[in-house]
C-alpha cells in the first residue's frame, strides 16, 4: 500500500487531569452530572472573575513531563488563546504558548513482537478544558426551532494537559504503540483516569507521506474525531491512503483538519488549519507567571512510580517473559504487583506467570474475584511451585490444589502432607499400576499391537486414574511404551 512512500504521524493527545476541583476554580472536577451543576463565575468566564491557578494540576505536568525524560523549566506562563466558540463563552482559552511547563523528553513503547522503540515530545504543557455542545434536532438550523445546539460548562475549566509528539512515528502500529505507553504511564502515575469513552484521553493525529528516502516532510493534515484507539489506527490507515493516492494521482494534500467517519471509514475535509498567530496568544494578566522551584521538582523526580515501559523490560529481557505475557501483566496494575511477590517468594519468573496468568487468572473469571484480592497468598503459589518443580505434585494435582487454595484451604505443602497427595515417582510402584491395567485391557493392547498406537493415550489414562492422579506422568509414558513393544 505505501511502496514508495513513507508516512510521517505525529500525535497530540489532550487529557484530562484527576484533581479534586478544577484548573483555576473551586469547582468540583468530575466526570457527567446534571448538566451546569459545577460550575461558578469563573469557569463561566463572567466578567472580573479572577482565576487562581490549581497546584496539583501543574505538579501532575511536571510529574508526567520528568517521568518522559523532559526538561523542566525554572519558569513558565499561561496564555490567552483567543477564539469565537460557543463552548467557551469568554472567548478565549488559558493555555500555555512559549513556556509550557515542560519541553522535551521522549515516549518509551513497543510493539506487539516486543521492539522497544521511542518517540520524541516537543512539550506538555497546562491549560483548560472548554464546555461541550449538543447538536439535537433534524433542519438546516435557520428556521427557529428546526434543530437547536445544548452546552453543558460542567467540563469547561476542568486541568487539560496537552502532550505534543514530534513527527516520528511511520506507521498506524508504532502511533497505537506511542498512545498504549502514554496511557499506561500516565494511568501509572495517578495523574488521570485516561478513558478514551468518557472523553478523558482525547487525540488528533498529524499525518504526511513523502517518497521513501526523502527527510523533508510533506503537506501535513490533521485527522480528529477519533474515539478509539481502533478508529485511530483506522483512519492513519485510511488517510495515508488517501494522500497516496493523491499525490500518485497528480495532485496535491491540501493542508486542513480532517474529520474520521467512523461508520464509512474514511476522513473528511472539516476546515482549513488554523496557524498559531490566528489565535493572538498573548500572556494572561490575570495569572502571574509561575516559578518552579527546583527542590519540589527533584521530590517529585524521586516518587516517581516503576513505569510501564520498565516493567516490560524487566519481564522481557530480564524475566523472559514473552511479550504478550508480559503487556497482559502489566495491564493489571494489582495483578502485576502479585506477580512480582510470588517471583520474590519462587525465584521462578516463567512458572509464577504461568500460574498468575493461567489457573489464577481463570479462577479470578469464573469467581468475580481479582487474584490479588483472593485468599491464595503469594507465598502459597510460591510454594505450590516449588512441589511442582520438585516433582512432588504433578499438573493435574496442583490445579486442583489451586482450585482449593482459592476456597481457603491454606498451604499447599500442608495439604499434600496430611492427604498424601505427593507424586509418586517409584518406579516399582508405578510398575504395578502399569501391569494392572494392561492386565484388565487385554483387547486395547491387542489393539495397540495391531497398530493403533493413538490408544497408547487411554492406557496412560488409566494408569493415571489408578493411582488416583499422583504417579509421574513421564514415568507411566515411559513405562507403558516399554511393556507395549
Ligand atoms: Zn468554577
Known sequence: ?????????????????????????????????????????????????LPVPNAAAIEHIITAGLAFGAEIPAFSKFDRKNYFYPDMPKDYQISQYDMPLTRGGAVRYWLEDGTLKECALTRIHLEEDTGKSTHAGSGDGRIAGSSYSLVDFNRAGVPLMECVSEPELHNAQEAIGYLESLRRTLLALGVSDVKMEEGSLRCDANVSIRPSGSSELGTKTEIKNMNSFRSVERAIESEIARQIEVVGGGGRVVQETRGWDEVNGVTHPMRSKEEAHDYRYFPDPDLVPLEIAHERVELLRTELPELPWQRFERYTAQYGLAPKQATQLLD??????????????????????????????????????????????????????????????????????????????????????????????????IERFVDEVLAANEKVVADYKAGKTNVMGFLVGQVMKSSRGKADPAIVNELVRKKLT
Open 332 to 429: 493489571n496494575l494489582s495483578l502485576a504487583t502479585y506477580y512480582d511477590r510470588v517471583v520474590d517468594a519462587s525465584g521462578n519468573a516463567q512458572q509464577s506467570s504461568n500460574f498468575v496468568l493461567g489457573e489464577l487468572s481463570r479462577l479470578a473469571n469464573e469467581t468475580g474475584v481479582a487474584v490479588a484480592e483472593s485468599s491464595v497468598s503469594p507465598e502459597h503459589v510460591a510454594e505450590l511451585i516449588a512441589l511442582v518443580e520438585g516433582k512432588r505434585i504433578n499438573s493435574k494435582i496442583a490445579k486442583e490444589l489451586l482450585a482449593r487454595m482459592w476456597s481457603g484451604a491454606g498451604s499447599p505443602a500442608a495439604i499434600v502432607e496430611r492427604e498424601g497427595l505427593a507424586q509418586t515417582t517409584d518406579p516399582a510402584a
Open 1 to 49: 500500500m505505501t511502496a514508495g512512500y513513507e508516512a510521517v504521524i505525529g500525535i497530540e493527545c489532550h487529557v484530562e487531569l484527576r484533581t479534586r476541583t478544577k484548573m483555576f476554580c473551586g469547582c468540583v472536577n468530575e466526570f457527567g452530572g446534571e448538566p451546569n451543576t459545577k460550575i461558578c463565575p469563573v469557569c463561566l468566564g463572567m466578567p472580573g472573575a
